[in-house]
């Protein structure tokens, strides 16, 4: 049951109807070297309880066996199974054949947003999204990923941000930006710095802020301002974003992140501040180390650590009856489930809005809003995007709330989206410009 | 000791060395490293997870089918139940008849509990999806592990008791049940993931549907 919006003469679809045994064997040896103590376990672990089923947006909409994580599990371990002994059918291995790649596309890229909540709440405790990345890692290197997804990569890859910002338009930005920095805070002097050697915090952030959202860069800059940060944006490489961890390709993905911890080291910048992006924020503090096997000599944090230290430590004061409407959180998938900064968004908030509001369930459970794996990129799924984003949609109802609050911007236009077309008439901001919205007082000296 | 207890000692062990095997084996693939610098307190996260974190409350797969949890905890407290009384059997302890009874109802209690998950599975239409063939011959052999087990305490037969034992080892390693030796691998791996991160144990308790 492929939703497919590809136009007959796709690419994507010819790549496919290619597939001969030579591709399907080197799938299959990608698969092994993929393979490894952990998947293993994982393989060996799962008793097809099925309990994982409505821990899982897309079952809970659509529950059929394709939207079953366990079932999404099996798709990977079966086919691995087969590779390692043909006498395995009582546990149900499966060739990689062309019908089975068509399945793996279909569930593992158009079924899952590798959120991981089904790993979180599995009765043994699998990582089911680390195994469904290791089967789209398998389809990376036979160049099977849907192709809006692989063009985001490459756009990132070939210059420098997944959309393609020239740098004089990244400049233009800026440049208009100091003046509304500026005039926000009454201060001349004050701007968004570029490449300023031996400031302490690199801020990186999502492209989408360029192009769409400058007032959310403009929060940021607003909030360092006050805090009296020595911050700076680089020239060359900003974008947080690493679609490759969607895509499965880590050799791209251990690029794009380096990129971000090399332009630190240039600079002289002790610490990488991630900006609100979830994925970015997973991408590069967790698994770039591992993809490119090299503990960072720089410190990296997630903006939201930085903003509540400037509150703890008083270097910015709200007034949180500036922001008077009823506020909610959502949790972006990977950067509290899958990022451990659970406590933070909740800290900032409490101290910046009068009135906030859980949604339930929260924190580590909070469902995923459907924006995460690539989801956004991938126009084929969008219908069986936005229907699955009916879980998120509910929730945000339920908690009465004018504000809702996703410190992701793939949360964001997710989010938007999902007020569009299920009429929930709220306003979707980032947890930076709620602060920006509450701060009182002059810059810290 | 005679021949047929021999014999299901022997499975036991070989039960038990397969699964070691198999667990080099797995190790063999690669134990990653961790080069992200680690946040949180993996420790408390290691005990957390063996604990507090096995609980309804902490686990939705749980607290939303409690039913089916429940269930689930019977049927492996039989499984212990009637290994217990195969222990009995093999090294001829006489049971108090107040730990037999015990042992009976938590068998009788298990057996009912795994004959309702094999029907579960066959019913629900996903459940079915996902299932294969292994589930099945897994989740029979158990029960008539346990049919065997309650045998024995009542009538004092062994020999089919030893008959089921000799073959439940002999399959544990090669189907589903090697589960009761990763269950514990895939514990310490979620442990790992969560504890490294800070996320478990959670800084305040999560609120469900």
Redesign the interface.
Known sequence: MTENNACPIDAFQQRLAQLDETALDQARATLVSK????????A????????????CHY?LID???E??P??RL?LVTDVFACHQSKSR????ARELDRNTVDEWIDCLFGRCTLCNRC?????????IAQMIRIGRSVLAASRLVPPELQSTVDAAVNTGNNMAISREEWFETIDWLNGELQQEVGDPQACLPLDRAGATILYAVNPREVKFFPLSLLAAAKIFHTAGENWTFSKEYYDVTNYALFSGDDTIGGMLSSRLIETARKLGVRTLVLGECGHGFKAT??????W?????DI??KSVLEVVEDYIRQGRIRLDPRLNSKRVTLHDPCNL?????I??QSRAILKAGVSDFV?M??????NYCCGGGGGQLSMTRYAKRRLAAGKVKADQIAATGAKIVVAPCHNCIDQLSELNRDYKLGVEVKTVCEMVADAIVGTPAS | MDLPRLLVVLSAAFALLVLTI?YF???R????P????I??TPRQALIY?FTAGMMPWS????S??LP??IV?IIFHLAVVAAVVTLLAAIFVWTLPSLLKSVLLATLFAGLACGLGLFVKRMV????R???????F?ANLLVNLFMINAAVNLIAGVSTVFFVTAIVLFAYIPF??I??CW??F???L???E??GY????P???Q????
């Open positions: 393979w490894s103590y952990a998947a293993e376990v994982y060996r672990a799962c008793v097809h309880c099925g309990l994982c089923s409505d821990s079952f529950p059929s066996k939207s079953v366990a079932y099996k059918k009582i546990s149900g790993g979180l709440n599995c009765s043994v405790g699998i990582n503090r967790w698994d770039a180390p591992e490119l096997g090299q503990t960072p410190e990296i509290v489930r899958n990022g451990g659970v406590e859980e339930i369930p929260n924190r580590l459970q | 198999h084996r797995a190790r693939w690669g134990v990653k961790v080069y992200a610098k946040q949180g997870t686990k939705e797969s749980a939303k089918h089916t949890f689930g629900v239409g996903y459940l999806a996902i299932s294969v063939p292994d589930d011959v189907g589903k090697r589960h990763f269950f691998c895939s514990r791996l979620f442990a993931f969560y991160r800070g996320a478990l959670p800084a305040q999560v609120h469900h549907d």
